[in-house]
């Protein structure tokens, strides 16, 4: 499968899930237009210029900070509404049949006072009417912001927790990962566990395996937003093999922010062959420019993976997802079904 275009269409053609995709990252630069005109703003060339200059990161801190002022241009639960209508169109667009997204109610609880609740009943109500028209079926973790510190995440399980009904299934968290150990927030994940939440959690992204191993050890995470850094640490690598904690890779984002150096930097290929659960998404696909399905077309080309190989990494993302078994298998057989039909064996 040499040809760029067999490959896209093999990519296209398979069936797909998503993990680690955050809603808000997901706004492209044209709804955030649209968003700025609906509430009566200018929006001419200055302003195009300023919201088009959040697309552009010269690393990790200024992903950051431009991540925080593309949320400020959010201000009301009918704008992530919108947002998660457009999203759902695009990973329709992309063969896309299921996708955990990542929302952060508590970025605009703190800047504008609104209610998670408020916030997923717009979110979760958007996603189930376009999943009625044919839409993939989105679930949600809330996610939670490091530099928030301890309160700031135990906020985030008890919004969780009210929240189940708005399709909440679970609780990440990101941020600056240099910002607080991740052992610090060893209670809320706790909490997190008791009240029958799933969980994840960015580590070894900007930060070290040592972010990892708290991961898994003292927050005992399911699974690992990133992760890459792992492959620092060989007895990491093969603490992640045999407890199976899948890894939520995202290439594009990792190259962007400058987490790896370059495309043949990136380690997915090298945790693949070592046994990790490595999965494969587009993180903030908006802002880097990407998608699954170019995440797919990337790990065939600058990433080294075969057909078969990239298929395997698709699977494991679908087995990694917080689906029931039966849910879960039956996805990926419906995959590895429309694989076979395409050339490519599991």
Not at 83 to 108: G, H, K, M
Not at 312 to 321: D, E, K, P
């Amino acid at each position: 499968m040499n040809d760029a275009r067999d490959r896209r269409e093999f990519a296209r053609r398979v069936p797909k899930a998503e993990i680690h995709l955050h809603l808000e990252g997901s706004v492209e630069l044209g709804t955030l237009l649209r968003l700025v005109r609906a509430r009566g703003e200018p929006a001419g060339s200055e302003v195009r210029a300023r919201l088009a200059a959040l697309y552009s990161h010269r690393d990790f801190p200024d992903f950051l900070q431009n991540f925080r002022r593309l949320c400020a241009e959010i201000r009301q639960p009918e704008d992530l509404a919108l947002i998660v209508s457009d999203l759902s169109r695009r990973l329709q667009e992309q063969n896309v049949r299921y996708a955990e997204v990542f929302c952060s109610p508590i970025i605009f609880r703190r800047a504008l006072g609104l209610p998670a609740a408020e916030i997923m009943d717009a979110v979760s109500g958007a996603a189930r009417r376009r999943q009625r028209d044919g839409g993939p079926r989105l679930r949600f973790l809330l996610d939670g912001v490091r530099q928030f510190g301890i309160a700031g995440m135990e906020d985030v399980v008890t919004d969780a927790s009210v929240c189940r009904k708005y399709d909440v299934i679970g609780v990440g968290m990101g941020g600056d990962e240099r910002a607080m150990p991740t052992a610090e927030f060893a209670g809320p994940y706790r909490e997190a566990r008791r009240a029958g939440l799933r969980t994840t959690v960015h580590a070894g992204e900007f930060d070290g395996p040592r972010s990892v191993w708290e991961a898994i050890e003292v927050l005992e995470a399911e699974r690992i937003g990133h992760g890459v850094r792992a492959v620092e640490d060989s007895e990491l690598v093969h603490a992640l093999k045999t407890r199976g904690v899948p890894l939520e890779c995202c290439p594009t984002s990792n190259v962007k922010t400058g987490t790896v150096r370059d495309w043949e930097d990136h380690p997915i290929k090298v945790l693949h062959h070592a046994g990790v659960a490595v999965t494969v998404n587009s993180d903030d696909p908006a802002l880097f420019g990407t998608s699954l399905l170019d995440e797919w077309d990337l790990l065939m080309t600058r990433l080294g993976l075969t057909p078969v190989e990239t298929l395997a990494v698709g699977v494991q993302t679908a087995r990694s997802t917080f689906l029931p078994d039966a849910e879960r298998e039956a996805l990926v057989d419906v995959m590895l079904r429309a694989a076979r039909e395409a050339g490519v064996g599991a």
